[in-house]
T-cell receptor
């Protein structure tokens, strides 16, 4: 079967750096997405990786290794507003999105 | 209004009630989606419409009935639901339902409680 694994919950300190990992086993690969979802709000798109390597966008970066079935989202200079759930999703060979259960990130002062 | 708007935001219904969830997108997208989000579970795709045609039905029980009158509006009609159907129902849209980056834009969801 197809599977996306990511930690259920992580805690980090304001101003620090945190890395949220995502491993996947899917039937084919056509891109990996990260979304952010604040409590009670809509998920919003953060990043898209289809080739190996690091994509940087401000304080957020996303890394992909297709050979390892692995991605991470790196958040730098953490702010309290970064407290949210982070959803990893992979598009398989049929262009179906397979979702992880999300990682709840708690930022402490 | 901009983006994807869902109404109502909260809904409580009995198992014998009939209600509908509404979704409207102002982005000019051609694909619309219904997802179910339960606590600590992955998003579950329910239905996909591409250019008003249903292209995906992920074995959803018939007590959920979608309707897509045009590319901007999507409904989810609910009847004789079960308590386990209580969840957050998310609507999303994208430029199309197939290839490319195809980023989803989500609404804030309708929180459904079935008593």
């Amino acid at each position: 079967g197809q599977n996306i694994d990511q930690p259920t919950e992580m805690t980090a300190t304001e101003g620090a750096i945190v890395q949220i990992n995502c491993t996947y086993q899917t039937s084919g690969f056509n891109g990996l997405f990260w979304y952010q979802q604040h409590a009670g709000e809509a998920p919003t798109f953060l990043s898209y990786n289809v080739l190996d390597g690091l994509e940087e966008k401000g304080r957020f970066s996303s890394f992909l290794s297709r050979s390892k079935g692995y991605s991470y989202l790196l958040l730098k200079e953490l702010q309290m507003k970064d407290s949210a759930s982070y959803l990893c999703a992979v598009r398989d060979s049929n262009y179906q999105l397979i979702w992880g259960a999300g990682t709840k990130l708690i930022i402490k002062p | 209004e901009t983006g994807v708007t869902q109404t109502p935001r909260h809904l409580v219904m009995g198992m014998t009630n009939k209600k509908s969830l509404k979704c409207e997108q102002h982005l000019g997208h051609n694909a619309m989606y219904w997802y179910k989000q339960s606590a600590k579970k992955p998003l579950e795709l329910m239905f996909v419409y591409n250019f008003k045609e249903q292209t995906e039905n992920n074995s959803v029980p018939s007590r959920f009935s979608p309707e897509c009158p045009n590319s901007s509006h999507l409904f989810l009609h609910l009847h004789t639901l079960q308590p386990e159907d209580s969840a957050l129902y998310l609507c999303a849209s994208s430029q199309d339902g197939a290839t490319g980056a195809n980023v989803l834009t989500f609404g804030a969801g309708s929180r459904l409680t079935v008593l």
